[in-house]
Nanobody, 120 residues
């Protein structure tokens, strides 16, 4: 059974930091690109950060570059999102996503989300 369980969200003041974690199970974590998405009320879900299966390459939305860092530990089957200098516009539900496309098919797994609220 595939599981992705986000944690680490909460209420933080502007300028503060949070670290999201997403331990996973039920699939070969080290083969998957891992992504963090977010969805704010009334808005579409957007890709925030991505990391390749080996961790050798990362990519970020322009809105979070220089403030957020995605990382992974293939030994622990876990992906992280370090969020610094948080702004009110970062308020959203954050989702962990595992994605793989190969000759056998397309695999796309999601967590249940964790709420991040940035407010004074």
């Amino acid at each position: 059974q595939v599981q992705l369980v986000e944690s680490g969200g909460g209420l933080v003041q502007p300028g503060g930091s949070l670290r999201l974690s997403c331990p996973t199970s039920g699939f070969t974590f080290s083969s998957y690109t891992m992504n963090w998405y977010r969805q704010a009320p009334g808005k579409e879900r957007e890709l925030v950060a991505a990391i390749t299966s080996t961790g050798s390459s990362t990519n970020y939305a322009d809105s979070v570059k220089g403030r957020f860092t995605i990382s992974r530990d293939n030994g622990k089957n876990t992906v992280y999102l370090q969020m610094n200098s948080l702004k009110p516009e970062d308020t959203a539900v954050y989702y962990c996503n595992a994605f793989l496309s190969d000759d056998l098919g397309l695999y796309d797994y999601w967590g249940q989300g964790t709420q991040v609220t940035v407010s004074s």
